[in-house]
Nanobody, 121 residues
Framework: QVQLVESGGGLVQAGGSLRLSCAASGSIFAINAMGWYRQAPGKQRELVAAITSGGSTNYADSVKGRYTISRDNAKNTLYLQMNSLKPEDTAVYYC???????????????WGQGTQVTVSS
């Protein structure tokens, strides 16, 4: 089994900061790309930021310059530093990992349970 556990969400005022973490555990041979997605009420889930195993990153235009994604490969942990938060950043944030569970296995996507981020105006 593989588990992704997010933490760090909460309520913050506009202009504030939060740092999300996502720890992957279980039967994991290697993790390829990891990413953060978010879903606001009534909207589709969208990619916020992603990072490869080598550290290459990409961001949604709406968060560029405000969010920073990073990962600690030794700890199988993903982070998202969110600064200058806006009310429109309010959503449930989900962690995603594209990983190989054992040698010879294919790549499979796993998701965390989500963590709520609420930004008040």
């Amino acid at each position: 089994q593989v588990q992704l556990v997010e933490s760090g969400g909460g309520l913050v005022q506009a202009g504030g900061s939060l740092r999300l973490s996502c720890a992957a555990s279980g039967s994991i041979f290697a993790i390829n790309a990891m990413g953060w997605y978010r879903q606001a009420p009534g909207k589709q889930r969208e990619l916020v930021a992603a990072i490869t195993s080598g550290g290459s990153t990409n961001y949604a235009d709406s968060v560029k310059g405000r969010y920073t994604i990073s990962r600690d490969n030794a700890k199988n942990t993903l982070y998202l530093q969110m600064n200058s938060l806006k009310p429109e950043d309010t959503a449930v944030y989900y962690c995603n990992a594209n990983l190989v569970r054992w040698v010879g296995a294919g790549l499979t996507d796993y998701w965390g349970q989500g963590t709520q981020v609420t930004v008040s105006s």
